[in-house]
C-alpha cells in the first residue's frame, strides 16, 4: 500500500496562487494513478484533478480548468497541484488519493488511498 501526506495549503488571497503537495512512501510511486479532491463545509467532497502513471494524461474538473494544473514527479514520489487565480470558492480541505485501477479516475471510490487533507483558504 502507499501512504500520503498532503503539505502547502494555507490562506491566500483572491486572485492569488498556491502550490499543494502530496508526498508519498510506501510501494512504488507509479504504479499509481493519482487524484486531488476537495470538499468545502457541508459541501460533499468534489473531484478535482487526476493524472495518469507516467504523468503523460490529465484530467481537470471544469470548475479549476485554466487555472488549476496538476502534476506529478516519479522520481521524487510527489504530487502536485499548482492553484491560480484562486477565488474564495475554491477554499476547502485538498486531499489526494491514490488508485492502481482507471487511467485518470473522477469519481471518489475508484480511489484506494486517502491522505489526511491539507486546508486552503481564499479571502475575498
Same mark, same amino acid.
Given at each position: 500500500q502507499v501512504q500520503l501526506?498532503?503539505? /502547502? +495549503?494555507?490562506? &491566500?488571497?483572491?486572485?492569488?496562487?498556491? !502550490?499543494?503537495?502530496?508526498?508519498a512512501s510506501g510501494r512504488t510511486f507509479s504504479r499509481y494513478a493519482l487524484g486531488w479532491f476537495r470538499?468545502?463545509?457541508g459541501k460533499e467532497r468534489e473531484f478535482v484533478a487526476?493524472?495518469?502513471?507516467?504523468? /503523460? +494524461?490529465?484530467? &481537470?474538473a471544469d470548475s479549476v480548468k485554466? !487555472?488549476?494544473t496538476i502534476s506529478r514527479d516519479n522520481s521524487e514520489s510527489t504530487l502536485y497541484l499548482q492553484m491560480?487565480?484562486?477565488?474564495?470558492?475554491?477554499?476547502?480541505?485538498y486531499y489526494c488519493a491514490a488508485t492502481t485501477?482507471?487511467?485518470?479516475p473522477t469519481q471518489g471510490y475508484n480511489y484506494d488511498y486517502w491522505g489526511q487533507g491539507t486546508q486552503v483558504t481564499v479571502s475575498s
Open positions: 501526506v498532503e503539505s /502547502g +495549503g494555507g490562506l &491566500v488571497q483572491t486572485g492569488g496562487s498556491l !502550490r499543494v503537495s502530496c508526498a470538499q468545502a463545509p487526476a493524472i495518469s502513471r507516467s504523468g /503523460g +494524461g490529465t484530467n &481537470v485554466g !487555472r488549476f491560480n487565480r484562486l477565488r474564495p470558492e475554491d477554499t476547502a480541505v485501477r482507471g487511467v485518470v
